[in-house]
């Protein structure tokens, strides 16, 4: 097969979440554990950074990449989902930065695992993760930062014994999957804490702390939660890059970091990113404030992350940012409210199985809104959100793709607007930014 002969076949052949929901997903790993026994078990032969959590696991997981990278770590990276090229969620160290899967090696190993397919008929998901843990033990990384796709208990992910598990933050998202409270959700993400193995907790909440004290206390695992070590204590943001200042216990002096994901979300995550540095320091790792600076300056050149507060066209403004859930859609919400700009557009397109009621309830009211879908089964057709949104007083058109609804509020919007695409990874995805 060619190379786009199999992106297809994988495509086409197996389950894939983002095209069919729920019924993709798997509980139970053994389908992974089978694929992994097939290649020899490559998920032994590196180590791992494991990183859960319902938002920002993906900044996170690239801004930790980079740091390893420029540290002169060999360093594998595997994410999900992609937004252009399926080759984004597998990357490894290259002369520079972080350099996408070669094809040849996706042919290959396709070809190779065929047989095991036909006979276990195993998800999308589950055979991108067998064949990253394949393509980092082929490339010899030494650690490898592992995102986590769905909850963490049953994520195929989960098949891994790492040096460190992070758990970014908890907050409402398939909970068709993960269950309808808080606790229940942090249940599964608490799912990859392991034995003796050190975790970190990103973001506290009150009814969530007591259970990951009590998991990682029941599996020996000492606890560190990063915002209880640091504060962003003042930050400043423009268009391009965020700086943030944060103040660490027990320490006097300020540290000043430039990221240039510039979202405001991202000061959170940055808390989050220092305490893995923290304890990998501990662990031997030589990463030193020098490199961590330097690495978050460029974390979007080194890891080639996209979609986070990311500005594709001045005058007007326009932004990507995938957020899709209720949190991710609060961030994005709050920093709307500190920009400066003279009328708001809003092109948003979601995916059915959604909390949709809870993410139009956010949104402001003032906006201009254009109504779209992703080209995915899964899509929210256009007109029902147009209709649901009505419900929340915000009103607009439906357009057929997220490029039409683009090329109209280009068409229309003063130089001094901002628009913002959101509501779903894939319709930023979509995005076709040459054309604009």
């Known amino acids: 097969m060619t190379y786009q002969q199999t992106i297809k076949y994988l495509f086409t052949r197996l389950p894939m979440f983002s095209r069919i929901g729920a019924a993709a997903y798997k509980k139970d790993l053994a389908n992974t554990i089978r694929l992994c026994e097939f290649l020899g078990d490559p998920h032994k032969k590196f180590k791992s950074i494991h990183i859960a959590g319902t938002n920002g696991k993906g900044s996170v997981s690239h801004m930790l990449a980079g740091i390893l990278h420029t540290a002169g770590y060999k360093t594998g990276l595997y994410t999900s989902p992609h937004l252009k090229d399926f080759r984004e969620r597998i990357k490894c160290s290259?002369?520079?930065?972080?350099?996408?899967?070669?094809?040849?090696?996706?042919?290959?190993?396709?070809?190779?695992?065929k047989p095991l397919i036909e006979?276990?008929?195993?998800?999308?998901?589950?055979?991108?993760?067998?064949?990253?843990?394949?393509?980092?033990?082929?490339?010899?990384?030494?650690?490898?930062?592992?995102?986590?796709?769905?909850?963490?208990?049953?994520?195929?992910?989960?098949?891994?014994?790492?040096?460190?598990?992070?758990?970014?933050?908890?907050?409402?998202?398939?909970?068709?999957?993960?269950?309808?409270?808080?606790?229940?959700?942090?249940?599964?993400?608490?799912?990859?804490?392991?034995?003796?193995?050190?975790?970190?907790?990103?973001?506290?909440?009150?009814?969530?702390?007591?259970?990951?004290?009590?998991?990682?206390?029941?599996?020996?695992?000492?606890?560190?939660?990063?915002?209880?070590?640091?504060?962003?204590?003042?930050?400043?943001?423009?268009?391009?890059?965020?700086?943030?200042?944060?103040?660490?216990?027990?320490?006097?002096?300020?540290?000043?970091?430039?990221?240039?994901?510039?979202?405001?979300?991202?000061?959170?995550?940055?808390?989050?990113?220092?305490?893995?540095?923290?304890?990998?320091?501990?662990?031997?790792?030589?990463?030193?404030?020098?490199?961590?600076?330097?690495?978050?300056?460029?974390?979007?050149?080194?890891?080639?992350?996209?979609?986070?507060?990311?500005?594709?066209?001045?005058?007007?403004t326009v932004v990507l940012d995938v957020g899709h859930n209720e949190d991710g859609v609060r961030q994005i919400v709050q920093q709307i409210e500190l920009t400066t700009y003279h009328e708001l557009h809003i092109i948003i397109g979601m995916v059915k199985d959604k909390e949709i009621a809870r993410v139009l309830s956010l949104l402001p009211r003032s906006g201009h809104y254009y109504f779209t879908q992703a080209e995915i089964p899964r899509a929210l057709p256009a007109d029902i959100l147009k209709n649901e949104a009505s419900k929340f007083n915000l009103k607009g058109d439906s357009y057929s793709d997220v490029n039409a609804a683009l090329k109209q509020v280009l068409s229309a919007a003063h130089k001094d607007d901002l628009v913002i695409v959101c509501g779903s990874v894939f319709l930023v995805g979509e995005v076709n930014i040459s054309a604009h």
């Open 94 to 113: 290259g002369a520079i930065n972080l350099e996408m899967i070669n094809e040849k090696f996706i042919v290959d190993f396709t070809e190779r695992i």
């Open 119 to 316: 006979e276990i008929e195993p998800s999308f998901f589950e055979i991108t993760v067998a064949m990253a843990f394949e393509y980092f033990a082929q490339q010899k990384v030494e650690i490898a930062v592992v995102e986590v796709g769905l909850g963490g208990r049953y994520d195929s992910t989960n098949i891994i014994t790492p040096g460190l598990s992070v758990i970014t933050n908890i907050g409402w998202d398939h909970m068709n999957i993960l269950g309808d409270t808080i606790e229940k959700i942090a249940f599964e993400k608490a799912g990859i804490i392991k034995e003796n193995i050190p975790v970190i907790i990103g973001e506290t909440l009150t009814e969530t702390k007591p259970l990951f004290e009590k998991i990682a206390t029941e599996k020996g695992s000492p606890v560190h939660f990063a915002s209880q070590q640091r504060t962003a204590a003042n930050w400043k943001w423009d268009k391009h890059e965020l700086i943030v200042e944060v103040a660490e216990l027990h320490r006097t002096d300020r540290q000043v970091y430039h990221l240039d994901l510039s979202g405001i979300y991202q000061s959170r995550n940055l808390l989050t990113v220092l305490e893995v540095c923290s304890v990998l320091h501990e662990q031997g790792y030589t990463i030193d404030e020098k490199t961590i600076k330097e690495a978050l300056q460029k974390t979007k050149n080194l890891t080639g992350l996209h979609g986070r507060w990311e500005i594709i066209h001045d005058h007007p």
